[in-house]
Nanobody, 124 residues
């Protein structure tokens, strides 16, 4: 399984970005897919997940501002980020688990496959 993120960049406070995660064939709809982020010196924070059957979950820190979706035909996962804040500055990662279960958790150890990360910087 290969995951490649794109779409990061620099935006002003209140701006928007859409991250993409291109996955190997038949990956995005057969596994839990989750977006994490990480800042220097901190662990990875789970933000949004989408299960095999399309159930979505969001961390409180991004609920109402971020939206996760996938395009199964393109095997691509997305994270639409609106109303960005300086505290959203981080490296963002997409992750996929092995597809053995149905529940998605914001626990990094659940996920066996990770992208290389894409940097998001929000300036005030």
């Amino acid at each position: 399984v290969q995951l490649v993120e794109s779409g990061g960049g620099s935006v002003q406070d209140g701006g928007s970005l859409r991250l993409s995660c291109a996955a190997s064939a038949y990956t995005s709809s057969s596994r839990c897919m989750t977006w994490f982020r990480q800042t220097p010196g901190k662990g990875r924070e789970g933000l949004a997940s989408i299960s095999k059957i399309g159930l979505t979950e969001y961390a409180d820190s991004v609920k109402g501002r971020f939206s996760i979706s996938r395009d199964s035909a393109k095997d691509t996962l997305y994270l639409q980020m609106n109303s960005l804040k300086p505290e959203d500055t981080a490296t963002y990662y997409c992750a996929a688990d092995r597809g053995l279960g149905t529940m998605c958790y914001f626990i990094a150890s659940q996920y066996s496959y990770w992208g290389q990360g894409t940097q998001v910087t929000v300036s005030s």
